[in-house]
């Protein structure tokens, strides 16, 4: 009887093998992360850069998307002036020309009137995909002068928090890379599950089924700290109907920026985000069910250069990892340090 147990045994996983039913986190990212030159760093005079989405055009050029807003509203301004901009590269690495700016808040009664924020580039089914976040005041007109005001509050100011409480995640939808845009009329997705208030930061992408996979954030329900949740989203089109699953991709530790890639060579999806004081990898076999990666701390706040030294950011966030040939090729993320804020893209050898 023993025997014929271990022979079971044995058979079950042989047949699981043979299938190829078993998958197993193979990616290897962290080793292989390069040390940043001057061309690597995308820095602005007047602006502050922030959360890069990069892209590789049939023009043989990189795009990226990003948010920027001018510095003399403050780094808090984002809230209240960001847009989204476009640059170009003949490296995925850069150095980055300003082309353009794409998306901005629309100043009306829309739901994305104030600001445009936080993009993720993407190309499905023969068209390109631009998502972001945006707010509103309650559906009302804003003046400028508010609006300045505002920008420079206290996160805990009850004014702004309108705003904050207001933020959701929309795309806007193009044939070609530079425009023209067209938004859709509301957002793509709503608080539901385990994310409450908001739903920002949107990553996606085609999973094997064919299925669209949204990552979202938003503040964990029930929680009297101020902690946000990850939540995955499911729909048969890149503009929903995104239904929010009951299970979270995270909700052990607080952390913000998703990026999210479904590895056709390894059949594994990944999702790459920030944690505070390092970048990290969470992965998943289905999509659904998610755990940290074999590589679960990719970098820490300590950027190699070049030339030996160091940058150490005061922030480190926007995690952003452009797939080429199916291999990752770069991370990007975004930097402030002091009064500035760039945009860094370290090469993946």
Wanted: with cysteine; aromatic share 12%; net charge positive.
């Amino acid at each position: 009887m023993l025997i014929k147990k271990v022979f079971n045994v044995v058979f079950y996983f042989f047949s699981i093998i043979i299938l190829g039913q078993v998958q197993v986190d193979t990616l290897s990212i962290k080793n292989k992360l390069q040390p940043v030159s001057s061309e690597n760093i995308f820095e602005t005079d007047d602006y502050f850069n922030w959360g890069p989405s990069i892209i590789k055009g049939d023009d043989d050029f990189y795009h990226l998307f990003y948010s920027r807003w001018p510095k003399k509203y403050q780094f808090s301004g984002w809230l209240t002036h960001s847009e989204i901009a476009h640059a170009v590269s003949k490296k995925a690495s850069g150095p980055w020309q300003f082309k353009e700016v794409v998306l901005m808040g629309t100043r009306d009664k829309n739901w994305d009137a104030i600001t445009a924020h936080n993009p993720k580039i993407k190309y499905f089914e023969g068209r390109y995909y631009l998502y972001y976040i945006a707010t509103n005041y309650n559906l009302e007109k804003i003046n400028e002068k508010k609006l300045i005001k505002l920008g420079k509050q206290k996160a805990l100011n009850k004014e702004r928090n309108i705003l904050r409480s207001n933020m959701r995640t929309g795309v806007a939808i193009s044939n070609s890379l530079n425009g023209p845009w067209v938004r859709q009329s509301k957002p793509i997705i709503e608080p539901s599950g385990p994310i409450t208030t908001i739903t920002v930061n949107p990553a996606i992408d085609q999973g094997k089924d064919g299925l669209y996979y949204l990552i979202v954030k938003g503040d964990k329900p029930n929680e009297k700290r101020f902690i946000r949740n990850q939540a995955i989203a499911i729909a048969d089109s890149p503009i929903g109907n995104f239904k929010i699953q009951d299970k979270p991709v995270i909700d052990y530790l607080d952390t913000e920026d998703m990026s999210l890639w479904y590895d056709k060579k390894r059949d594994y999806y990944y999702g790459v985000f920030h944690a505070h004081t390092y970048l990290g990898l969470v992965s998943s076999s289905d999509g659904l069910n998610w755990q940290k990666a074999k590589e679960d701390v990719l970098m820490t706040k300590k950027i190699p250069l070049s030339d030996g030294t160091f940058i150490k950011p005061d922030r480190m966030e926007r995690p952003y990892i452009l797939i080429e040939n199916e291999n990752p090729k770069v991370l990007a993320f975004s930097v402030k340090k002091g009064d500035e804020s760039f945009i860094v893209c370290r090469s993946i050898k």
